[in-house]
T-cell receptor
Framework: DAGITQSPRHKVTETGTPVTLRCHQTENHRYMYWYRQDPGHGLRLIHYSYGVKDTDKGEVSDGYSVSRSKTEDFLLTLESATSSQTSVYFC???????????FGDGTRLSIL | QQPVQSPQAVILREGEDAVINCSSSKALYSVHWYRQKHGEAPVFLMILLKGGEQKGHEKISASFNEKKQQSSLYLTASQLSYSGTYFCGAKGGGSQGNLIFGKGTKLSVKP
């Protein structure tokens, strides 16, 4: 759906290590988003991008950074992973305005 | 402010109807509905814009009550394939804002 690929799909790592998740889209959508999904919390926005090199914080951005050097790629980085960042991470893209968001298949990240 | 969804969970028999509500304490510009099956990505269902527009998708329809700042999702003659978690995403302040999702409503349809 909408040509969104997330990598890796699963990752297990240790506390304190850096982690980078990648989102790649083939739809040329202007907007890209990173969400985390935890039981009892629904989907919460971490960061989003509204163009190349244009990014902004969402509601749960502490401990995360993002970069978008090309329209098709949006990277999410955990500089020093903590156990509280264990979650399922979803990337989404959209044309903005009243257009729908389309989600990737998610990355399951476990931090031990 | 996260919209509030109700009920949190519902169990149906095939053929029964259900209503899922999504309420916001802030003025809404639009409400987006998604369905997520276990272990999969959320899938877009429909968007409701302020103005009370009602939309439909298969036997699933939705309405938007601007006065109550509430959207309702109606599932009629439910099928097994309707099982999943339904999320509403609320957008306020115009079309350029971000979506804030509710915590979801888990729907289970039994044969």
């Amino acid at each position: 759906d909408a040509g969104i690929t997330q990598s890796p799909r699963h990752k297990v790592t240790e506390t304190g290590t850096p982690v980078t998740l990648r989102c790649h889209q083939t739809e040329n959508h202007r907007y890209m988003y990173w969400y985390r999904q935890d039981p009892g919390h629904g989907l919460r926005l971490i960061h989003y991008s509204y163009g190349v090199k244009d990014t902004d914080k969402g509601e749960v951005s502490d401990g995360y950074s993002v970069s978008r050097s090309k329209t098709e790629d949006f990277l999410l980085t955990l500089e020093s992973a903590t156990s509280s960042q264990t979650s399922v991470y979803f990337c989404a893209t959209g044309a903005g305005g009243n257009q729908p968001q389309h989600f990737g298949d998610g990355t399951r990240l476990s931090i031990l | 402010q996260q919209p509030v969804q109700s009920p949190q969970a519902v169990i149906l028999r095939e053929g029964e109807d259900a209503v899922i509500n999504c309420s916001s304490s802030k003025a809404l510009y639009s409400v987006h509905w998604y369905r997520q099956k276990h272990g999969e990505a959320p899938v877009f269902l429909m968007i409701l814009l302020k103005g009370g527009e009602q939309k439909g998708h298969e036997k699933i329809s939705a309405s938007f009550n601007e006065k109550k700042q509430q959207s309702s999702l109606y599932l009629t003659a439910s099928q097994l394939s309707y099982s999943g978690t339904y999320f509403c995403g609320a957008k306020g302040g115009g079309s350029q804002g971000n979506l804030i999702f509710g915590k979801g409503t888990k729907l289970s349809v039994k044969p």
